[in-house]
């Protein structure tokens, strides 16, 4: 909720009378909850409850990283209800992480990380960010009934995807795999050269800003 995007993203709402919600997923930024008891499936219900609770109007529903991932599993949960109504009017997603739990993680780990997963249940990964923190054998197992790079995805709204190509967490090739899999025909792909995981930059949120005007233009 504080990070660069979101308070910039705020300040622009702000500035042109637009509404606008922050929220951290539990055992996240503000918000409260064990980051280790957190999986897939909570966050994916945290992410709807708060969509349903404000869901009036056009919506542009921002993601960035894991946010990426859930934000495509809410679009997938809000057709399979039917609720064609509410369906968000833009879809944004910054160095989106889809199936990161399954690709990006335990296809990745060494032997010695698997089995410690296995067999004690978590495993402390080395961050650039803070402190280690857990990764869980039931985020891993969760995340396998969330993957959605298996097959086609129909988002059902306009798309826009900021990716940074020197991203040391989220490879640039992911978005390229995420692109293959879309469905949808407005869908635009900008590769940022130079641009990190983080993409917090003023350039940056310069573009983060483009995109949100061209999604919720009359």
């Not at 160095?95 to 690709?103: S, V």
């Not at 978005?175 to 990190?196: C, E, K, N, P, R």
Request: with cysteine.
């Amino acid at each position: 909720m504080k990070g660069t995007k979101a308070v910039a993203l705020d300040e622009w709402a702000d500035r042109n009378g637009r509404a606008c919600l922050r929220f951290d997923y539990s055992g996240h930024g503000e918000s409260g909850g064990s980051f280790a008891e957190g999986t897939i499936s909570r966050w994916l219900e945290e992410a709807l409850a708060v969509y349903d609770g404000v869901a009036i109007g056009p919506q542009i529903v921002v993601g960035s990283s894991m946010g990426g991932w859930i934000a495509l599993l809410l679009m997938r949960e809000l057709q399979r209800r039917g609720q064609q109504q509410a369906m968000p009017a833009g879809l944004i997603l910054i160095a989106p992480a889809p199936d990161f739990t399954e690709t990006l993680m335990w296809n990745c780990f060494p032997s010695s990380v698997r089995k410690q997963i296995e067999t004690e249940g978590f495993w402390l990964r080395p961050s650039d960010y803070g402190e280690p923190y857990p990764i869980t054998r039931a985020l891993i197992e969760d995340g396998r009934k969330h993957l959605i790079l298996n097959g086609p995805i129909e988002v059902g709204c306009p798309l826009r995807i900021l990716q940074g190509r020197q991203d040391p967490d989220v490879p640039w090739q992911h978005a390229m795999t995420l692109v293959s899999h879309l469905t949808s025909d407005d869908v635009v792909l900008t590769m940022i050269q130079d641009g990190d995981h983080r993409l917090s930059r003023p350039q940056d949120i310069a573009r983060l800003i483009a995109a949100v005007e061209e999604l919720s233009a009359p």
